[in-house]
C-alpha cells in the first residue's frame, strides 16, 4: 500500500519535488562525509609516510562491501595480540556498521519516509559481519602477497573479492539473498573500475594532487551511494536465493584454478630441454631455479651458445664437488643454509673452471642469490641474471606459532589456508616453512635489498608483466632490468627468454622493450587500490637487522654478514 502511495506521489508535481530532492547535491550530508574520510586518510598516510598505502584511501567511504574490505586489510595488518584484534575488530564492526547506517540514512531519497534507526544499524551490523567473513580469506592471500610477492596470489585473491561485492552489495539496504537488481550491480561494476581508477592515480600522481584525488574519489563514493540507496529501497516481489550458491561455486572455482596453477607454474621446473654437452672451457654459468621446483641431478641443458651451464641444488653438494638431486621440500630451507649452499657450488665451479661465474637465478633463486652477493661482495660472480625476482618481500609481518607480534591472526589464517591448499593441490604452501619464517624475521635486511648495487657483479632483473599487481615500488628498482610479457615463474620455458639471456651473458646486453615497461606501470599503479599496507620497518621489534625507515645498502649488506655468518 505505501508502495502505491509512493508510485502515485511521483506522478505529479510532489513526485517532481521529491526526485529533485534526491539528487546529489541534495545530500550536503552525505557528501561531506563520502569526501572528508579519504581526503583525511590520505593527509595522514602522507603525514606518516605510509605512500605505499595511498591507494587503499578511497575505499574508506566506498559503498559496502568494498569499505568492508577497506578496514580488513588495515585490521589484518595492524594488531600485535589475539585480544587487540578482538578489541580492534568490535571496533571495526562498530565503526563501519554505524558508517553504513548513516550513509544510507544520509543517502535516502527525499519524499520517501526513512526506515528507523534501528533499522539501519540491524541491517548495516549484520552486512558488516557477514561480509568481513566471506571476505577475510582473500584478504589473507593479499597478507600472503604482501609476505611473498608473487602475483598468483594477487590473481587468486582479487576475483573472489570483486564477485562478493557483486553478489551481495544490496544486503546494507535490503535485507535477504535474492540476487541483486541489475542496475545497482551495474554500479558496483562501475565503483570497482572508479576505485582502481582512483587508486592508480593516488599511487602514481604528484604529491600535491593527492587531496583532489581522495576528493575526487569520495565524490563518485557519494554519487554511487545515493544512485544504490534510490534503487535498492523497494523490497522485490520474489526473493531467490541464488547468492549463497553463486558464492559456494566461487569458492570451489577459485581453489581448484589455484592448485592448478601452481602445479602448471611449478612443472616448468622440471622441464627437460636438451642434454648437457660437454661445455669445458665455456663461460660458467650457474643456474637456479625457484621454489617448488625439483630436479633429478642430470645437467641438462637450458640456454644456447658456448656456456658451461651447470644446475644449482638446494640440497648442497655430494663427494668430489657433484650438486646432489633435490626434492620441493629442499627449496623450503631457511634462507642461511641455502646461502651456504650456493657460497660452496659457486666456488666449487669457479675453481674447476678458473673463471668468475654469471648466476641466472629464479624467483626465490634470485633472492637466495641477491642475499649471497650482497653478504660476500668478493665472490668469484661477474653477472647475475635475476627472473622474477621477488620485489619488496617480508612487507608485513606475523610471528611464529605461539608467539604473539603484528599480524598474529593472518598468520594463523594463512596456515589454515595453507592446510587447505595442501589437501586439494599435493603442495605444500605451509606459511611456517623455514625460507618464508627466515625471510621474515630479516624483513629490514630483506625488503629492499633488490635494488642495491653489488660493487664487484654486473645484474640484469627481467620481471613478468603478471608481477606488477604485487610490486608496490616499482620506481625503486635501482638495478638494470626489462620487463617480459609473462607470468610469474617458468620463463626459461620460453625460448625467447632463453635466447635473450643468453644473449646478455656473451655480450652485455638485451634488447630493450618499447610497450612492456609501460603497461608495468599502469598494471601496477591499477593493482594499488587491491593491496594491504605495509607494516613499517620502524614499528616491529620482531625484527632483526638494520635501523631506520629505509636502511642503506651498506646496512643491509653489513646486516646480512652478520646474520650469516
Not at 557528501?31 to 572528508?36: D, E, G, R
Request: aromatic share 8%; hydrophobic share 50%; net charge positive.
Amino acid at each position: 500500500m505505501r508502495e502505491q502511495v509512493v508510485e502515485t506521489v511521483a506522478r505529479g508535481p510532489a513526485g517532481e519535488r521529491a526526485s529533485r530532492e534526491s539528487s546529489l547535491w541534495a545530500h550536503p550530508g552525505l557528501l561531506a562525509v563520502c569526501i572528508a574520510l579519504p581526503v583525511l586518510e590520505v593527509a595522514l598516510l602522507w603525514w606518516f609516510g605510509l605512500s605505499s598505502a595511498l591507494g587503499i584511501a578511497p575505499g574508506a567511504t566506498a559503498p559496502v562491501p568494498f569499505a568492508t574490505f577497506h578496514d580488513l586489510r588495515w585490521l589484518m595488518v595492524y594488531h600485535r595480540s589475539w585480544a587487540g584484534f578482538a578489541v580492534e575488530a568490535a571496533a571495526l564492526l562498530v565503526f563501519r556498521s554505524g558508517l553504513t547506517a548513516l550513509l544510507v540514512w544520509l543517502a535516502w531519497p527525499g519524499g520517501v519516509a526513512r526506515p528507523s534507526v534501528t533499522v539501519l544499524l540491524r541491517n548495516a551490523a549484520v552486512f558488516t559481519v557477514v561480509s568481513a567473513v566471506l571476505l577475510m580469506p582473500w584478504v589473507a592471500l593479499l597478507f600472503g602477497l604482501a609476505v611473498m610477492p608473487v602475483s598468483w596470489l594477487f590473481f587468486a585473491a582479487v576475483p573472489p573479492v570483486l564477485a562478493v561485492g557483486l553478489l551481495i552489495h544490496h544486503g546494507a539496504v535490503r535485507s535477504g539473498w535474492h540476487v541483486p537488481a541489475v542496475r545497482t550491480t551495474g554500479w558496483v561494476a562501475l565503483t570497482i573500475a572508479v576505485l582502481t581508477m582512483s587508486g592508480a592515480a593516488l599511487s602514481a600522481s604528484p604529491a600535491g594532487l593527492r587531496l583532489p584525488v581522495a576528493a575526487a574519489a569520495g565524490l563518485f563514493n557519494a554519487w554511487a551511494w545515493c544512485v544504490n540507496v534510490l534503487a535498492l529501497r523497494r523490497v522485490p516481489r520474489r526473493a531467490v536465493p541464488l547468492v549463497p550458491i553463486a558464492l559456494a561455486l566461487l569458492l570451489a572455482v577459485v581453489a581448484t584454478g589455484a592448485g592448478l596453477g601452481f602445479r602448471a607454474s611449478v612443472s616448468h621446473h622440471g622441464t627437460t630441454v636438451a642434454p648437457a654437452p660437454d661445455a669445458a672451457g665455456g663461460r660458467p654459468v650457474l643456474l637456479v631455479s625457484g621454489f617448488g621446483g625439483h630436479w633429478d641431478g642430470v645437467q641438462r641443458r637450458w640456454l644456447p651458445g658456448d656456456l658451461d651451464e651447470r644446475r644449482f641444488s638446494y640440497r648442497g653438494q655430494g663427494p668430489g664437488g657433484r650438486a646432489l638431486p633435490y626434492s620441493a621440500a629442499d627449496t623450503q630451507l631457511p634462507l642461511p643454509r641455502l646461502v651456504g649452499a650456493m657460497r660452496a657450488q659457486v666456488d666449487t665451479l669457479s675453481r674447476s673452471s678458473g673463471q668468475r661465474v654469471a648466476i641466472v637465478a629464479e624467483s626465490e633463486g634470485a633472492l637466495v642469490a641477491k642475499t649471497y652477493l650482497a653478504a660476500n661482495p668478493n665472490a668469484p660472480v661477474d653477472e647475475l641474471v635475476m627472473l622474477s625476482p621477488l620485489v619488496q618481500p617480508a612487507r608485513v609481518f606475523f610471528p611464529s606459532g605461539g608467539e604473539q607480534g603484528w599480524g598474529l591472526a593472518s598468520g594463523w589464517e594463512l596456515r589454515q589456508l595453507g592446510d587447505l591448499f595442501r589437501d586439494l593441490s599435493g603442495a605444500d604452501m605451509s606459511a611456517d616453512m623455514p625460507v618464508v619464517r627466515t625471510m621474515m624475521d630479516h624483513g629490514p635486511a630483506v625488503r629492499g635489498l633488490l635494488a642495491c648495487p653489488l660493487p664487484r657483479t654486473r645484474q640484469l632483473a627481467l620481471f613478468p608483466l603478471a608481477d606488477a599487481v604485487a610490486n608496490p615500488h616499482p620506481s625503486q628498482i635501482g638495478i638494470p632490468s626489462e620487463v617480459v610479457p609473462a607470468f610469474h615463474g617458468g620463463l626459461l620455458a620460453n625460448d625467447r627468454i632463453r635466447e635473450a639471456v643468453s644473449g646478455y651473458l656473451e655480450h652485455g646486453r638485451v634488447e630493450p622493450a618499447t610497450v612492456w615497461p609501460v603497461a608495468q606501470e599502469i598494471l601496477r599503479a591499477s593493482a594499488a587500490a587491491w593491496q594491504v599496507p605495509e607494516l613499517p620497518l620502524t614499528v616491529n621489534p620482531a625484527w632483526s637487522g638494520p635501523s631506520g625507515r629505509s636502511p642503506s645498502c651498506d646496512a643491509m649488506a653489513a646486516s646480512l654478514r652478520q646474520w650469516l655468518k
